[in-house]
């Protein structure tokens, strides 16, 4: 099992960027598929960015293609989102997320889970 401490969240005006860092403890960091999903009020979760285990293949969702970009670094066991042109509708807990499988990539097969940290994008 992994544990997963997300942080970087808060409170930013409509067009600023944050960057969201998940630290990842208690298995082979660097063998496992990574992602970012979020939640609204009242919505289900969604996915946002998945990083394969090396880093060489990413994949997001529509909503932030070209604003959010998700990376890694095996050696800190650290996945990162930078969320750059941020906008009202991003307004959620965004969840830190490590695949299910070792040297997968997956964009639904996700077993472990953080806390979440909040982000609020004003108007």
Known sequence: ????VESGGGLVQTGGSLRLSCAASGRTFSSYTMGWFRQAPGK???FVAAISWGGGTTSYADSVKGRFTISRDNAKNTVYLQMNSLKPEDTAVYYCTAANQ???FTTRNFGSWGQGTQVTVSS
């Open 1 to 4: 099992q992994v544990q997963l």
């Open 44 to 46: 289900e979760r969604e």
């Open 102 to 104: 070792r040297l997968v």
